[in-house]
């Protein structure tokens, strides 16, 4: 493992994680056409045999500027071409997988059971790497590219069920009840539920803008029924450099800012629920 884990970093033993996903957004690759997705399957069909198509994402910016951004900054390219899909490489657990358009390359981790272990970010990061260079040589080899990176993301995703003989109300104290206290009304009482999007702006070492950790939160039903609350952690920005290194660089430093942000927004008690030992 090239990747090691940072000594103060908060540890959950038992993190309510049911996915996350580290990857790179870069300029479309010239050439880049749908039946060159199968020649990029090739070298990862062991590992991640299983197939699945999607619509493509759209390409997403953190922008900064005199105004300010409130949503994230989406651009729309207008072309003649059709639109190329998104294609899942997963594997036959289908528990881990890799995305790949002419613009994205990402890798998730989902939990699939209640067995189903988080592998941590180390071990993904290092998945990543080694096959974003295999994709790299690949779309060279094949006299496509070259990829240039423009964003980098890392995306935490942690559902909490409301517990038997709870509600929504008292799970909400539970997880945001130190910052949310105040919310309560003097002739109706504390909210019913929440709903929450907070965004901090990451910067460099010199104060200047790269990024930002968006934090949302809100109620949901899952498929079985469950009514939980989601909590959604991103960091998106732009690499430190438009090679494989500015890439690390990046999730490595969203990876701090999104588990730091996790454990600063969530509550004590929830904390003891998941095993914190730092």
């Not at 206290?181 to 200047?208: I, N, Q, T, W």
Request: aromatic residues 10%.
């Amino acid at each position: 493992m090239i990747n090691g884990r940072p000594a103060d970093l908060p540890e959950f033993g038992a993190p309510p994680l049911t996915e996350v996903a580290i990857g790179a957004q870069f300029d479309v690759i010239p050439g880049f056409m749908t039946p060159h997705l199968g020649l990029v399957w090739q070298p990862f069909r062991d590992q991640f045999p299983l197939l699945e198509e999607a619509s493509a994402l759209p390409p997403v910016f953190e922008t900064f500027g005199s105004n300010p951004q409130f949503v994230p900054g989406i651009s729309f390219q207008l072309s003649m071409a059709p639109e190329a899909p998104r294609v899942f490489f997963i594997n036959q657990a289908r528990s881990e997988l890799l995305q790949v358009q002419r613009d994205r390359f990402l890798h998730n981790w989902r939990k699939v059971g209640q067995a189903d272990n988080y592998p941590r970010f180390e071990r993904m990061l290092d998945t990543f790497t080694s096959s974003f260079a295999t994709f790299s040589k690949t779309i060279s080899a094949a006299g496509l590219g070259p990829i240039i990176p423009n964003q980098c993301e890392v995306t935490y995703i942690n559902q909490m069920p409301v517990p038997p003989g709870s509600n929504l109300s008292d799970l909400t104290d539970d997880l945001f009840g130190q910052h949310t206290g105040s919310l309560a009304l003097g002739d109706l009482g504390k909210p019913e539920d929440l709903r929450f999007l907070l965004r901090y702006v990451m910067r460099d070492a010199e104060g200047k803008p790269i990024g930002r950790l968006i934090a949302s939160a809100e109620p949901a039903r899952r498929a079985d029924g469950q009514t939980i609350v989601q909590l959604t952690l991103t960091a998106r920005g732009r690499p430190s450099s438009p090679d494989e290194k500015g890439i690390v660089d990046f999730l490595k430093r969203g990876r701090i800012s999104v588990v730091k942000g996790f454990a600063h927004l969530t509550g004590p008690k929830m904390h003891k629920l998941w095993e914190r030992t730092q």
